[in-house]
Nanobody, 123 residues
């Protein structure tokens, strides 16, 4: 499966952005999905995850209550709605797909990764 992330950009603190991750090659309906991010000089970190049906989600504490992950299997797309953005949210955001047992925070569980989209939040 190929993943294409989009929707990044420059936004002021307190603003919102919506990221999309479109899949091609295979249907996403049997994959769990996740969003990760890597800030300059830092390691990649988990942001949000969603199981194959969309019935279960998980969030990093740093984004809980501000970000929402969702999916539309009919459109083969996963979304990340980001509200109340902070400068510390600045990073390259990656979407990822995996199959099997759902451990959303474990990056090694994801076998497919998108190319990343830059999100910059100015203060």
């Amino acid at each position: 499966v190929q993943l294409q992330a989009s929707g990044g950009g420059l936004v002021q603190a307190g603003g919102s952005l919506s990221l999309s991750c479109a899949a091609s090659g295979r249907t996403l309906s049997t994959y769990f999905m996740g969003w990760f991010r890597r800030a300059p000089g830092k390691e990649r970190e988990f942001v949000a995850g969603i199981n194959w049906s969309g019935g279960s989600t998980d969030y990093a504490d740093s984004v809980k209550g501000r970000f929402t992950i969702s999916r539309d299997n009919a459109k083969n797309t996963v979304y990340l709605q980001m509200n109340s953005l902070k400068p510390e949210d600045t990073a390259v955001y990656y979407c990822a797909a995996g199959r099997g047992t759902w451990y959303p925070r474990e990056s090694a569980r994801y076998g497919y990764w998108g190319q990343g989209t830059q999100v910059t939040v100015s203060s």
